[in-house]
């Protein structure tokens, strides 16, 4: 053992390159200390006798010797837990380092920028080989040869001297231009995604939130035009607009209203304090970010945020889809009336001039826009028979709705056709009642047959499959016992459940609405947010209540389950007090 401490203790640096215990952050004072307690050995009488007799010096120096012994082991123990302590706080160090690295450096971005550096050198190497080469080439041109004339030596010089001329001349006024229309590969860059974290996602929340609200504004002050929130500014709008109509100046004032509100913008941002809102702005409440969050706050904050994405998209989807639909035909009823009106107005722009065409056109999109909307958002009876652009908009389907459309087809053909198998198998003495007892079944069997009941009682109309979820039995110990998935199902008379399963029946569960003392919603695990999707019953025959969790469907099991009890018991109470 002392050889493996020595060991040990010798592989890391030396004793004095580390830092004192004493001033260790993490020392403490029962770990660290110098005050050691040390465990004597027990001596009897006759030891401490013999200890005392000077004859006898060979038992001292022993008892001696196994003192310094032990201290020396105790130095040795409080030296190497140093030793570690120090090593533990030094890889602690070294894993903050490394994280931070990790953090500051972005291998991918780098790595990125290098290609490009390199692509970069390459064309400016070729550029440069070309223009050695073309110096070389004119260099290692051979001379004209002398038995030439010198009036042709003349003329050769002055036509090479004006061609190098011109190409000078044309490269430093043109050069640049030319060189922007020479053809490059493009540069593939692969943008880097960021993890996703729960701040971030807020955040990007927050900034369309803001980056829509100038958008969400304007919409709002139209409304307030076409509702006449003010009645004078109102007035006012529709007078100019219908005299800027009438004597053809409506794209004038468009432009001027959009110059004057940039002018208004310039103003703004020069420090003026300028409100142009017919509807007055309503300042909300900026939330501080909170840093220290628990788990279970994150958690609700990704899904608070994931939810106003979730209703964001889904309404620019039911848009889109609905645009889509009508162009498509998906309804030709509705797409029919849009073809008529485009040849309609094909047909105006082909034999009336635009001047009365533009003015038909303002005055009607003026006088829906002030007067037919305000009459018709005040009468909803009379918008929902007469007002056609709304009509056709609410009765566009989306994709999901016209997939449940079909799907609903399919499953009334189906029921139709089983209907009729199902009547023509019944024996005629039978009742309704008795037939739906009688041939009700679950995956497994006949519903009475498997849970040892009469054949009247049979699964309410609500949940005739049932409603999956998990039955958790506290008083039992054992795992297969504690926890099992399967199937709840009400009758008028019983709570049933039918564990997954295969084996025999004892797996399933069959309380007695009338043995409830108490059913109410339960939250299985305190740690996720929200009220939880578990129902807790309570029976004399229980120490702890049976919990049935993880119900997609948990608050329409509770009403169900809820009434049923509720309406025996009252019956059961009318009945004794009759």
């Not at 499959?465 to 998990?470: A, L, M, P, S, Y």
Request: overall charge positive; some cysteine; proline content about 5%.
């Amino acid at each position: 053992m002392l050889r493996r401490l020595d060991k040990i203790r010798f592989r890391g640096h030396k004793r004095d390159d580390f830092l004192d215990l004493a001033e260790s952050p993490n020392a403490s004072d029962t770990e660290c200390g110098d005050e050691i307690p040390l465990k004597v050995p027990r001596t009897s009488p006759r030891d401490s006798e013999e200890l005392r007799d000077p004859a006898g010096p060979g038992t001292l120096i022993m008892a001696a010797g196994v003192q310094d012994f032990n201290r020396t082991e105790f130095d040795r123990l409080n030296e190497i837990k140093g030793h570690l302590e120090i090593a533990l706080l030094e890889k602690h160090f070294l894993q903050e380092e490394l994280r931070k690295l990790r953090e500051e450096t972005n291998s991918e971005m780098l790595r990125q920028e290098l290609d490009r550096e390199r692509q970069r050198r390459m064309e400016l190497e070729q550029k440069v080989q070309e223009v050695l080469k073309a110096r070389t080439e004119e260099q290692t041109a051979q001379p004209p040869p002398k038995g030439q004339t010198q009036a042709t030596n003349g003329a050769d010089r002055r036509s090479q001297g004006l061609s190098s001329r011109a190409q000078k001349w044309f490269y430093e006024k043109f050069g640049a231009y030319v060189e922007d229309f020479r053809f490059q590969p493009e540069e593939s860059t692969v943008e880097a995604e960021e993890p996703l974290s729960a701040r971030r996602l807020t955040e990007n929340m927050r900034r369309l939130k803001r980056g829509a609200k100038p958008v969400t504004n304007f919409v709002k002050n139209l409304s307030a035009l076409s509702d006449w929130y003010s009645v004078y500014t109102s007035a006012i709008a529709f007078t100019v607009y219908m005299n800027a109509v009438w004597h053809g100046w409506a794209i004038p004032l468009f432009l001027f209203l959009a110059i004057l509100r940039l002018s208004l913008n310039y103003l703004i941002a020069r420090g003026w304090r300028i409100q142009w809102s017919i509807v007055p702005e309503v300042s909300e409440a900026v939330e501080p970010p909170k840093e220290d969050l628990t788990v279970s706050e994150k958690f609700q904050l990704v899904l608070d945020v994931a939810q106003k994405a979730q209703n964001l998209f889904g309404k620019m989807a039911d848009i889109l889809e609905k645009i889509k639909n009508l162009f498509m035909w998906v309804q030709p009823e509705i797409t029919q009336k849009l073809y008529v009106a485009l040849w309609a107005a094909f047909l105006a722009s082909c034999f009336f001039p635009y001047r009365l065409v533009g003015l038909a056109v303002g005055l009607y999109a003026g006088i829906k826009f002030f007067l037919i909307d305000f009459i018709f958002k005040r009468c909803p009876r009379l918008r929902a028979k007469y007002d056609t652009p709304y009509i056709i908009w609410k009765s566009l389907p989306t994709d999901p709705q016209l997939k449940e459309r079909s799907s609903a087809a399919v499953s009334r053909r189906l029921q139709t056709t089983s209907s009729r198998s199902c009547v023509s198998s019944v024996p005629a003495g039978l009742g309704k009642e008795e037939d739906a007892g009688r041939f009700h079944s679950t995956k497994k069997g006949n519903f009475h047959e498997i849970f040892n009941l009469t054949e009247n009682e049979r699964p309410l109309a609500v949940c005739e499959n049932g409603w999956r979820c998990c039955l958790i039995n506290r008083d039992r110990k054992m795992p297969t016992d504690y926890i099992r998935n399967g199937v709840l199902y009400v009758t008028e008379n019983y709570l049933c459940f039918e564990s997954s399963k295969s084996g025999s029946s004892k797996r399933n569960k069959v309380i007695k609405l009338m043995d409830i003392t108490d059913i109410q919603k339960y939250k299985v695990l305190s740690v996720l947010p929200g009220s939880g999707m578990g129902i807790a019953v309570s029976t004399p025959s229980t120490q702890k209540p049976l919990v049935f969790g993880a119900m997609v469907h948990r608050d329409e099991a509770f009403e169900t389950i809820f009434s049923q009890y509720v309406k025996i018991t009252s019956a059961a109470a009318s009945g004794g007090d009759s």
